[in-house]
């Protein structure tokens, strides 16, 4: 089992910038890649950002791309998200998410998942 928790949610103004955390426990040694997924109400989980654990490889959605930037801390393991120049469309609850076969986009693939943090962009 692998259990993550998620912080550093709020509300913050357009423009500002926050930073997720992601800390991992449990039975990380074979994970393969991190990723972060957001859930707007009434919306479908989208894909944010998700990076290789091993080699640091990291991919973004379209529409964060050049703000958001994802990273990893293995002494800590710990996933991060440092979001910048944030939008009222980036309103959502953040998840983050393990995977332990490949980096992928697709929610379905992704085993284990933290509880969520709300993330709040004012205009």
């Known amino acids: 089992q692998v259990q993550l928790v998620e912080s550093g949610g709020g509300l913050v103004q357009a423009g500002g910038s926050l930073r997720l955390s992601c800390a991992a426990s449990?039975?990380?040694?074979?994970?393969?890649?991190m990723g972060w997924f957001r859930q707007a109400p009434g919306k479908e989980r989208e894909f944010v950002a998700a990076i290789r654990w091993s080699a640091g490889v990291t991919i973004y959605a379209e529409s964060v791309k050049g703000r958001f930037t994802i990273s990893r801390d293995n002494a800590k393991n710990t996933a991060y998200l440092q979001m910048n120049s944030l939008k009222p469309d980036d309103t959502a609850v953040y998840y983050c998410a393990a995977d332990f076969e490949r980096l992928g986009r697709d929610p379905s693939q992704y085993t284990y998942w933290g509880q969520g943090t709300q993330v709040t962009v004012s205009s």
């Open positions: 449990g039975r990380t040694s074979t994970r393969h890649a």
